[in-house]
């Protein structure tokens, strides 16, 4: 059965950093390029990010580009967003996914909040 589980989120101040994970399992992580989008309330989701299967290359949306980075550990898989220099436009919830060709596989989320 197919698992994505992030975590990491919470509440942080603006200016600050958190650094969150997806856990995955249940399908051959090191096949499938990654994203995390993030989403408030019943907006339509915002892509934040993507990694490819072998982390060798990421895309970035322009309002986090220079402040998050995406990473991978396909040996572990897992995958992670760094995020620096957080505003309260951050606030969200973050989602992974997974995806390969028309699979996709989704996480539940973690919440951020920036605020002071």
């Known amino acids: 059965q197919v698992h994505l589980v992030e975590s990491g989120g919470g509440l942080v101040q603006p200016g600050g950093s958190l650094r969150l994970s997806c856990a995955a399992s249940g399908f051959i992580f090191s096949d499938y390029a990654m994203r995390w989008f993030r989403q408030v309330g019943n907006q339509e989701r915002e892509l934040v990010g993507r990694?490819?299967?072998?982390?060798?290359?990421?895309y970035y949306g322009d309002a986090v580009e220079g402040r998050f980075t995406i990473s991978r550990d396909n040996a572990n898989n897992a995958m992670y967003l760094q995020m620096n220099s957080l505003t309260p436009d951050d606030t969200a919830v973050y989602l992974c996914n997974a995806f390969r060709g028309t699979t996709h596989f989704w996480g539940q989320g973690t919440q951020v909040t920036v605020s002071s």
């Open positions: 990694i490819s299967a072998d982390g060798t290359t990421t």
